[in-house]
């Protein structure tokens, strides 16, 4: 800790003054002030502790992963053991795999390369396709340092035996990728909130169900639109316009009422949102992160 504070007050002295220094010197510092401060609160957390703040809270790894128990409550005795849904569509059926170190049947005999591959580019060790289900077609914008820590997390997590069927693959699949997610995110990008707010946003598939289906292909031109079915328990939710449109979409909701939306599942006029949304793993996230993801959302063009 007074390390730390030596550093900030190093920092803070360097730039006393900046008022009277010329404006490309002040930007030029305020970046670097900025990228420092990312770079210290990523210092804070362990590779572990940082991907566990990812998988079970922007990347809700669990909805999908993790067995229910009564009332459709995560069954946490068997994390990411394999979820209880099956998808039954068009190209393939398959559950939700075992993602636990089980050495049968889980990743235990996967490598860090392996796990960072599948994610990365949906390929098993043995040269199978993922199901996209799996939304890796998002992930190729994970910074190094984080897709390091949701492996050091998910070797961490209790081994569990739990046999998951295998995946039918009745057709060739189609994997899709967002605009401007085509490759790894920098370090430095994470201290712009716009930016990081895409990269966040993204990892979290926000637009994978937030985002127009046209023949089971995402139609990025609408962007951001909603209209996905998602039936379940809850009934049949239909995901919501999220564009900056000022009627359509957020565009009159204000900063708290987006990160209620986001966290609680309460919308501006304070009825309850459905799910599938996992409002309480989002409710994990710390304010910076979610004030980033506004600030992303204020940028998507408006769509009605």
Known sequence: ?????RRTLRVAVVFTGLDRAPKFVTRWAVGCMAAIAVACSAFAQTPVERGSYLVNGILT?????TPRG????WDMSKQLSGGPRTWDEVTFKAKAANITPNLE????????????????TGMRPNGT???PMMPYGFYKVFTPADIDAVVAYLKSVSAVSNAVEP?????AMHVDTPPGADKAMSETDMADPGKRGFYLATIGHCMECH???????HDYAQLGKGGQSFPGPWGVTVSRNITSHPTAGLGAWSDAEIKSAITQGVRKDGTK????MAFSRYATMTDQDLSAIVAYLRTVPPMK
Do not use: E, F
Request: proline content about 10%; aromatic content about 4%.
């Open 1 to 5: 800790m007074l390390v730390r504070q």
């Open 61 to 65: 790894c669990g909805n999908c992963h």
């Open 70 to 73: 009564p009332g459709g409550v």
């Open 105 to 120: 049947t889980g990743i235990g005999k996967w490598s860090d390369a392996d796990i960072k591959r599948s994610l990365l």
């Open 129 to 131: 396709q993922i199901a």
């Open 167 to 171: 995946p039918v693959y009745k057709a």
């Open 211 to 217: 985002t127009p289906l046209v023949n089971d292909v």
């Open 273 to 276: 949102l459905n799910p599938p």
